[in-house]
């Protein structure tokens, strides 16, 4: 079978659309693309199976629309698979329905929103199949091995039959990861996520997945709780025999871990001492998101030793009350020791922060600002990301604030960061853009230059802060 896994070009004013394998969508002023593991495993899994397969990413690759649509009509799929998410996927109904008008061809389609809502994309859309959940890579294969015969479609597919919309109910992740074939990079056209990537500090970098998805799984705002409820991980030592693939055949210098939290305990040990034992600490960096409230400083010393260079962490607010409604299962108090911690143990830290909850006001919003801008200060964040409050469709978030009537619309265009959805306290949306400008300022705080100035190491620190100098100013102007 001839099986097409597609981004069809999505151009806006508004910018870049950062779309693959996201958690959060947003339009950045500068191009930033994530490497799409849980798609290039599934188009990796075809090929292994003996299928024609197509990777086109018509956002990462920079091509015209028309481009994109010669090369894959010309490739004759039988099948095109779109990943989507909320703030696109009407745009992506009005590409499927062209694309069913204009061709014999079966659309599917994947990803948080259609997982929360199939019903809604089923009826404004002409797609055959929905892939619900987060082992969709598993479920493609499924389908295209039965050759479309429902009667042996596995759990957590939606399909028509004839003009009657059936599903085999909610999706199972039951599959063992460690069955996955390692991605095949050059099938994917793995070079376009190599360098236009702000995490990087070495290129070429890449993205693997040791887990699916994060062992705390509970927070109320993160769309990925709808897929990966539950938590899995590969063997360590696998993991670790494809990165040291990927160094010898790719030449990685460095590589994120985009495992929703990098597995701990026994696991991380094992990682650590496998990676040392091999070497590859010193060829290369690795990059991973972590809680806080997990590790401890001597955890933080073996992850260094192994080659770990920058963790990121979710922090949302400096608001005790948020961070208990989001289920966080964090102090405050966490987020200072285990960010001195890290950086003390030599590791870049990386905070993410939310601004617009629905129950914070001025002074709420002034004690997450001051909080963000003292750790940058202090050297225990070198970088930081802020992003506005976003309920996805599917979160316990977007439950809880549509049956109080604390959102401001229900326009799935809307929820793509550049207005705020959740009605707050403020008197304006212009107030919490301004403190998320506040914060990237911090960066320019001359405690936090001086820091940066005298823990830089080598030139591919400076050119480092040369890209994050721009970066910061794009921020800014997606805050405008």
């Not at 590859?280 to 690795?286: F, G």
Request: hydrophobic share 40%; aromatic share 12%.
């Amino acid at each position: 079978m001839r099986v097409a896994i597609v981004y069809p070009p999505l151009k806006s004013e508004k910018g870049v659309a950062l779309l693959t394998q996201n958690r959060q969508f947003q339009w950045f002023s500068r191009p930033t693309y994530i490497f799409p593991v849980v798609p290039a495993t599934a188009a990796t899994m075809l090929k292994k199976a003996g299928h024609d397969v197509l990777f086109l990413d018509g956002i990462a690759s920079e091509i015209s629309s028309e481009e994109f649509d010669s090369q894959l009509w010309d490739f004759k799929p039988d099948l095109v698979v779109l990943e989507t998410k909320t703030p696109v996927v009407k745009r992506h109904w009005r590409w499927i329905d062209e694309a069913k008008k204009a061709h014999d061809v079966k659309i599917a389609i994947v990803g948080d929103h259609v997982t929360a809502m199939p019903e809604e994309t089923m009826s404004s859309s002409r797609v055959d199949y929905i892939l619900t959940g987060g082992d969709w890579d598993f479920l493609l294969k499924n389908i295209v091995e039965s050759d479309f015969d429902a009667s042996k479609f596995e759990s957590g597919i939606w399909y028509r039959d004839a003009q009657e919309v059936k599903n085999t109910g909610a999706f199972k992740l039951d599959h063992d990861l460690n069955s996955a074939p390692w991605i095949d990079r050059d099938l994917v056209h793995w070079q376009l996520y190599a360098k236009k990537n702000g995490n990087f500090r070495r290129t070429p970098g890449t993205y693997i997945m040791s887990g699916r998805d994060c062992w705390h799984a509970k927070c109320t705002f993160c769309s990925w709780t709808t897929l990966y409820p539950t938590y899995r991980t590969r063997d360590a030592v696998d993991v670790v025999d494809e990165i040291e693939m990927l160094v010898k055949k790719y030449g990685i210098k460095e590589l994120m871990d985009d495992s929703g939290s990098l597995p701990v305990g026994e696991w991380l040990k094992t990682f650590c001492n496998e990676i040392i034992r091999r070497g590859l600490n010193k060829k290369l960096r690795i990059d991973c998101n972590m809680r806080f409230g997990r590790l401890t400083l001597e955890d933080y010393k073996l992850m260094r030793k192994a080659g770990f260079r920058l963790v990121l962490f979710g922090v949302e607010s400096a608001n005790q009350i948020t961070l208990d409604r989001f289920v966080k299962a964090l102090k405050v108090e966490d987020v200072e020791n285990g960010a001195k911690w890290a950086s003390e143990a030599g590791l870049d830290v990386h905070l993410t922060f939310m601004f617009g909850h629905a129950w914070e006001g001025p002074e709420e919003i002034k004690k997450t600002v001051e909080f963000a801008r003292r750790l940058l200060a202090c050297g225990y964040a070198s970088t930081l990301q802020c992003t506005l409050t976003i309920p996805y469709p599917g979160t316990p978030l977007f439950k809880e604030l549509a049956a109080c009537g604390s959102l401001h619309s229900l326009d799935w265009d809307e929820y793509d960061m550049r207005r705020a959805i959740t009605k707050t306290p403020l008197a304006s949306e212009d107030d919490i853009k301004r403190a998320i400008q506040d914060v990237y300022r911090g960066f320019l705080q001359p405690r936090a230059l001086w820091h940066r100035l005298t823990t830089t190491r080598n030139l591919f620190d400076f050119a480092f802060y040369y890209r994050g100098i721009r970066s910061l100013l794009g921020h800014l102007l997606d805050f405008k």
